[in-house]
């Protein structure tokens, strides 16, 4: 089979919903694959679902053009820092650093992570006035492409193309902003996923209706107040502003739930044991209730012969009869003397061995800015390089509440990567494996305003002085902090086990000595997988744009012969992705007699130039004798393949009956 695509570009979030109503409305498409939205409703009419006319919905100026990002192909390539992701401790990483503008970054990992992030968590612009937040896209229109692919009339068009060129900070350029990128980070999410976004007062009614228009109200969790300071803003005009909020919305809210927190040692306190009960600690419950119910209104005689009856309209929480029974049990409390008003035993070992958290976070709990700028001049030796980091305490608790031990976690507003670095204090603490996927834009470093940020990346660091590289640094550094812990935390288990093996050898040493060893063993897989793998986004070639559809007449549009190794390489990176690869899965090297092809999932690409029959042979012979080998589709790179060749390789493979009888799709990409 053969099939000719012009992939590169048109990477592109794939409409699932779509791909819904192919599938169970096919008849509501015409031939020439137009969605015929009236025999559509007849169809769901059928079914007694009705249409309502009147709707609350959301608009802005920008609405339409911030939907059109959201489904407008990239217009970049994926390429990988080869020095950084070749060293020995970052080759099977599994984390990545993402460096470019995050709405690419997104399109580019929908397919590979489509419903595979458990939690995200973002942080992002709060357009306050002062956070240097202003909306210019670099995509470029004219009135007539952006009237026929938004279907809007010249006016419209022409007001939001100088909408969108003005360096606006108003509440419409915020969310034409933050739809696309939102958009696309729902279809990452799994269907029992989360995502936690921080935002204070400015943008937070929009970004509530926003959320509610792009996961649906009926999705959101609940708003979380994050108490951000500890001290009063004396100098406040009005009320010293002490708060944020972090909205969480869940993909399906009907499955998703968070994580218990742990019990404190506090709360075990309040649970004593007054009457020495076999049971252990406990504490007591009101025993009445305010729901009244007559067959619940009863007296109650205590041990000391007093006559209790339930307070002024409420009564006794369980009938009298299970009463008697519950005295019997031992789970009535009268007090010492058995004289009180009678109350319930609630017993610690019968409570959940977690707290449903609350929606208040106080500083004390999950640290404040303070903590987190504190947090920025440990790790840099006294600089605070970010302006508004948030402290890892908070993240290891949205990290805790919204993920497990193997999630996948997304943050594309990276910043100071403080995700990053919770995520990997996190592993540490529990043993966990989660891993992290961080987009970071490379924001240029103002010489001026931050002299110390800029003399510190391009002197110290050697690079471009751009907030991305400090964002790299800063996991570097958390990743060797946490890991020189670990060694020192091993060295002590180990001493440990080395004066219990002095001891007289018992079942329980043993025991202990197993434990001991285990714990070591998960700190060290824990320290492996704190590196990172960093790949950045490069602009497809300008000339690369073309109509054509025959080979013949693509070649007199685009010299392929300009393309170096590294840009093969980025286009390479580019595909495998489309195809659905993971970026941390390396593609493997295919030897097919003197030709380099790359292999993964059932997939071969064949990039370079010199196929011979030669190496058609040796990808014969290796489908047939190797068991690990089985290509689904061979795509290979249309520029270096004369027409001739590509049918010639199109037709042997269609024509060879390999032993594994693998139905072998052959796909031509440019």
Not at 129 to 135: A, I, M, R, W
Request: charged share 30%; with cysteine.
């Amino acid at each position: 089979m053969t099939d000719k695509e012009i992939i590169t570009n048109d990477i592109k979030v794939p409409n699932k919903d779509m791909e819904v109503l192919r599938k169970h409305f096919s008849h509501c498409f015409d031939k020439n694959g137009n969605f015929q939205i009236e025999k559509f409703k007849q169809s769901i009419s059928e079914n007694e679902i009705s249409f309502s006319k009147e709707s609350y919905s959301m608009d802005w100026l920008g609405k339409s053009y911030a939907r059109l990002l959201a489904s407008d192909p990239a217009t970049t390539l994926l390429k990988e820092d080869k020095e950084h992701n070749q060293k020995p401790e970052n080759k099977d990483a599994e984390n990545l650093l993402l460096k470019g503008d995050n709405l690419e970054v997104l399109k580019h990992l929908t397919n590979a992570y489509y419903k595979k992030i458990e939690m995200i968590y973002i942080d992002p612009p709060y357009n306050t006035g002062g956070d240097g937040f202003v909306y210019q896209d670099d995509r470029k229109f004219s009135i007539e492409e952006l009237q026929d692919l938004a279907g809007i009339d010249k006016e419209r068009a022409q007001r939001i193309l100088d909408f969108t060129q003005s360096k606006s900070n108003s509440h419409s350029a915020w969310l034409t902003f933050m739809y696309p990128r939102l958009y696309i980070a729902k279809q990452l999410l799994k269907e029992d996923g989360v995502i936690f976004i921080s935002i204070d007062d400015n943008e937070m009614p929009q970004l509530k209706l926003l959320m509610d228009e792009i996961f649906g109200e009926e999705n959101f969790v609940d708003t979380i107040i994050w108490e951000k300071k500890y001290a009063p803003q004396n100098d406040a005009r009005w009320f010293s502003d002490n708060h944020d909020y972090i909205l969480v919305y869940s993909s399906n809210k009907a499955i998703w739930s968070p994580n218990l927190l742990p019990r404190t040692e506090e709360q075990n306190k309040r649970y004593t044991n007054r009457d020495n009960d076999p049971r252990g600690p406990w504490k007591s419950s009101d025993l009445s209730v305010k729901s009244y119910s007559a067959d619940y209104d009863y007296p109650i005689t205590t041990p000391s012969g007093k006559v209790i009856n339930p307070p002024k309209s409420r009564c006794w929480r369980t009938s009298k009869e299970n009463f008697k029974e519950l005295v019997k049990q031992n789970r009535i409390w009268f007090g010492v003397d058995g004289s009180n008003v009678p109350s319930i035993k609630r017993f610690l070992s019968e409570v959940q061995s977690g707290i449903v958290p609350k929606t208040i976070w106080g500083y004390r709990e999950v640290g404040h800015n303070q903590d987190a700028a504190k947090e920025i001049r440990s790790i840099f030796e006294g600089y605070g390089y970010f302006d508004t980091p948030k402290p890892s305490k908070l993240l290891k608790r949205i990290l805790f509440l919204g993920s497990n031990k193997n999630s996948l976690v997304l943050d594309f507003f990276a910043g100071s990567g403080t995700t990053g670095d919770a995520v990997m204090q996190l592993n540490a603490r529990d043993g966990g494996s989660r891993k992290y996927i961080l987009v970071q834009l490379p924001e240029v470093i103002d010489a001026k305003k931050s002299k110390a940020a800029y003399d510190f990346v391009t002197k110290e660091l050697k690079a471009k002085p751009t907030i991305f590289e400090l964002t790299r640094e800063r996991l570097l550094r958390a990743a060797k902090k946490i890991n020189q812990e670990l060694n020192e935390k091993n060295k002590d288990l180990g001493a440990k086990i080395k004066s219990l093996e002095t001891e007289l050898p018992t079942e329980e040493t043993k025991e202990e000595i197993e434990a001991l060893k285990e714990e070591i063993k998960v700190n060290k897989q824990v320290q492996a997988q704190n590196n990172f793998k960093v790949f950045e986004t490069m602009p497809i070639w300008e000339d690369y744009h073309f109509e054509a559809k025959e080979l013949d007449e693509q070649l007199a549009l685009f010299d392929e012969t300009k393309l170096t190794e590294e840009d093969l390489q980025a286009l390479l990176i580019t595909w495998k992705t489309y195809d659905g690869i993971p970026l941390t899965e390396d593609l493997k090297e295919v030897d097919l007699s003197g030709y380099k092809a790359y292999y993964a999932n059932n997939k071969l690409y064949l990039m370079d130039k010199g196929f011979t029959i030669d190496g058609l042979k040796a990808l014969l012979e290796r489908i047939d004798s190797d068991k690990f080998f089985n290509p689904t589709s061979i795509i290979v790179f249309g520029y270096h393949f004369e027409s001739k060749s590509l049918r010639e390789l199109a037709e042997n493979l269609k024509s060879y009956s390999n032993k594994k009888n693998i139905d072998i799709d052959f796909i031509t990409r440019y």
